[in-house]
């Protein structure tokens, strides 16, 4: 089972480019890697979800190298609605080998 | 469409005590699972169901039960409640299993205090 790692806490301002980073070195062949968002009193929100290379959506940018045992999730021109914890998800099938990251908890400032 | 429908919003349990969390969705999803959410831990996978009459367990399953009976619910039962299950309980659903990277649609939570 992949073993998920992301930053605790970031900081950016509005505007910036935030890029979250999540490390999965077990990642296995079938795993896909999936993000998501959390609002408090709220449910995890989708964001964006990959395989390898480069997704890009109308909200994000997810980058996965060819070792995939690492991805990066990009936020361009953040604002203070951005503010929120993101995570990580690794696995496939919806079954019970997927595995949530702790969250990175991204806090905007004007 | 409501999505994904939890009840109640918050609970108060003493030790020992039962009860049922209720989850709910209209999207005639086949997969529907259950998390907790605990701080600096993330979420942790309790139950899932692939689809009526069929529920397995995940990463965290001792203390819980669940039943599917219909496409529609999925409810989580503590048959005796400890403080160590006091946490944020999450449910999810997602269209299928046939595809690898169906994204999970989540419920707004309930938060479980046990005392």
């Known amino acids: 089972l992949a073993k998920i790692t992301q930053p605790i806490s970031m900081d950016s301002y509005e505007g910036q480019e935030v890029n979250i980073t999540c490390s999965h070195n077990n990642i296995a062949t079938n795993d896909y890697i999936t993000w998501y968002q959390q609002f408090p009193s709220q449910g995890p929100r989708f964001i964006i979800q990959?395989?390898?290379t480069k997704v890009t959506n109308e909200v994000a940018s997810l980058f996965i190298p060819a070792d995939r045992k690492s991805s990066t999730l990009s936020l361009p021109r953040v604002s203070l609605s951005d503010t929120a914890v993101y995570y990580c998800l690794v696995g496939a099938n919806n079954n019970n080998d997927m595995r949530f990251g702790a969250g990175t908890r991204l806090t905007v400032k004007p | 469409n409501a999505g994904v429908t939890q009840t109640p919003k918050f609970q108060v349990l003493k030790t020992g005590q039962s009860m049922t969390l209720q989850c709910a969705q209209d999207?005639?999803?086949?997969?529907m699972s259950w998390y907790r959410q605990d701080p600096g831990m993330g979420l942790r996978l309790i139950h899932y169901?692939?689809?009526?009459?069929?529920?397995d367990q995940g990463e965290v399953p001792n203390g819980y039960n669940v039943s599917r009976s219909t496409t529609e619910d999925f409810p989580l039962r503590l048959l005796s409640a400890a403080p160590s299950q006091t946490s944020v309980y999450f449910c999810?659903?997602?269209?299928?299993?046939?595809?690898?990277?169906?994204?999970?649609?989540f419920g707004p939570g309930t938060r479980l205090l046990v005392l």
């Open positions: 990959g395989y390898k």
């Open positions: 999810a659903s997602s269209p299928s299993l046939d595809r690898a990277q169906e994204t999970q649609y």
């Open positions: 999207m005639n999803h086949e997969y």
């Open positions: 169901s692939v689809g009526a009459g069929i529920t």
